[in-house]
């Protein structure tokens, strides 16, 4: 189907840890995309993946797509509190004009 | 600041009403699409348009329509407006489809009393 799971829906942890959100769709996706909603925000871009086991690193930030292009993971590295927010993946679906499905987000609570 | 803009940025209604969203996508992008995020909720594709044309729909419900004019703003229009129908709605533009980053606007946040 046209959909794309994400998970976890939501995670807390501590100043300093690590953490991870994946994605994954049943179909080959021909890209992924990475947003961020910081609460009370609207989705800003985080970057755009494309090929087949691309890694693209931005700071702290780890961004991953499966060999086979059905699943992504964003990984952060010692997070801090101005990572909090919403990250969600999104991936563009057939059609003339491929309408953009985004993942339902995972909700990240960063405690000091 | 990414070039759309959505108006209004907040809107109070009563069930049974109708209203408008309005969205101006940033210059040049010849693509709309409209999202509905209801609260704590992820973000519901409704319809996409395409310098003027409907391209693609999601599960928007038969009571609300859209449309995008000659010079590529859009409107949302939603009718006969439910308690539930309260959410953020998102527009977002790109040049050409969904292939390429899409930006977002502020979005307007409905509450339907």
């Not at chain 1, 087949?52 to 699943?71: D, H, I, M, P, Y």
């Not at chain 2, 977002?92 to 502020?106: D, K, L, M, V």
Request: hydrophobic content about 30%; aromatic content about 12%.
């Amino acid at each position: 189907g046209q959909q794309v799971m994400q998970i976890p829906q939501y995670q807390h942890v501590q100043e300093g840890e690590d953490f991870t959100t994946y994605c994954n769709s049943s179909t080959t996706l021909s890209n992924i995309q990475w947003y961020k909603q910081r609460p009370g925000g609207h989705p800003v871009f985080l970057i755009q993946l494309v090929k087949s086991g691309e890694v693209k690193k931005q700071k702290r930030l780890t961004f991953q797509f499966g060999e086979a292009k059905k699943n992504s993971s964003l990984h952060i590295t010692a997070t801090q509190t101005t990572d909090v927010g919403t990250y969600f993946c999104a991936a563009p679906f057939s059609g003339g004009y491929n309408k953009l499905i985004f993942g339902a987000g995972t909700r990240l609570a960063v405690h000091p | 600041d990414s070039g759309v803009t959505q108006t209004p940025k907040h809107l109070i209604t009563a069930t049974g009403q109708r209203v408008t969203l309005r969205c101006s996508p940033r210059s040049g992008d010849l693509s709309v699409y409209w999202y509905q995020q209801s609260l704590d909720q992820g973000l519901q594709f409704l319809i996409q348009y395409y310098n003027g044309e409907e391209r693609a729909k999601g599960n928007i419900l038969e009571r609300f329509s859209a449309q995008q004019f000659p010079d590529l703003h859009s409107e949302l229009n939603l009718s006969s407006l439910e308690l539930g129908d309260s959410a953020l709605y998102f527009c977002a533009s790109n040049p050409s489809g969904g292939g390429t980053e899409a930006f977002f606007g502020q979005g307007t946040r409905l509450t339907v009393v």
